[in-house]
């Protein structure tokens, strides 16, 4: 695939040397079921620990970025956006797999609304699993302030600005991304028209990244706007909408009127 100057759009992936097969099936998949594949560039992050990037299916990739460390996803990303720039971009995890229900362009509308944050696309874990929610779709976006990978996010060049001024660090979860945006006074939203496979907790990934630190001490970021909890046996939960502080909600009240 050819780098197109007059493309404004791209897919953002982050991957490991353990993933190299998950990653090639992702690119297949969205090949076959993105109707405009060729108007998007494909942007890839790398984390080669193992050498073997050669594995990776470059013909349907535009920029492909190769580090040897692990750096775990969040930084991994926030390394890739400051690599990159267009108009819009769609993160994907290298364990989707796109389907013919994955509609990207009504979540590329909304993120071109004045105010909007990240769009999250929805997902299930197994082809069963898919076809189960496929009557529940509908052409419909839901205010949500902490949303995280689903099965796709998209958003606005805006947005990455504000992201690529965060550390690259190492972290549980990604709800910087998502609380950076709604404290600027951005407005989040699920998308429930488009449904991809995503086969979290599978082998490799970030399972085989956890197992490489101390997951019980990762830094939590945001102490100042997110109530973090753990469970009994020191995990950390993943943050959600009830987890903001007071905080959270004042500052993407007091930002989001000059958004309009």
């Keep these: 695939m050819k780098a197109d100057t007059q493309n404004r759009k791209a897919f953002v992936i982050v991957t490991v040397s353990s993933r190299v ?12 079921y993105v109707p405009d594949f060729s108007a998007w560039d494909v942007c ?39 690599r990159i720039q267009y108009d ?3 993160n994907l995890d290298d364990d989707i797999e796109l389907t013919e229900y994955t509609h990207y362009e009504p979540a590329l509308r909304k993120c071109a609304e004045p105010g909007t944050g ?12 898919l076809a189960q929610k496929v009557p529940a779709m509908s052409d419909t976006f839901v205010k949500q302030a902490l949303i995280y990978q689903g099965g796709g996010m998209l958003y606005s060049d805006d947005v990455a600005a ?18 950076t945006a ?7 939203y699920r998308y429930l028209g488009s449904l991809a496979i995503h086969r979290v907790c599978t082998k490799g990934g970030m399972n085989e990244w956890y197992k490489s630190v101390d997951y019980s001490k990762l830094p939590n970021l945001f102490p100042q706007y997110i109530d973090y909890k753990q469970s009994p046996r020191g995990e950390w939960h993943i943050p959600l909408d009830k987890d903001l502080k007071p905080l959270a909600r004042q500052m993407h009240r007091d930002n989001a009127g000059r958004l309009r």
């Excluded at 990240?118 to 699993?129: H, P, Q, Y």
């Design 118 to 129: 990240f769009v999250l696309t929805n997902w299930a874990r197994t082809e069963g699993l």
């Design 44 to 82: 890839v992050f790398m984390q080669d620990n193992l050498g073997v990037s050669d594995q990776v299916d470059h013909s349907r990739i535009t920029k492909l970025f190769v580090v040897p460390e692990l750096m775990g996803c969040n930084a991994a990303r926030i390394a890739l956006l400051k």
């Design 21 to 32: 097969a998950s990653l090639n099936k992702l690119l297949r998949t969205m090949e076959q």
């Design 162 to 179: 504000l992201i690529r001024r965060l550390p690259e660090t190492s972290t549980v979860f990604d709800e910087g991304w998502p609380l």
């Design 88 to 90: 819009y971009y769609c």
């Design 182 to 188: 709604y404290i600027n006074g951005y407005t989040n």
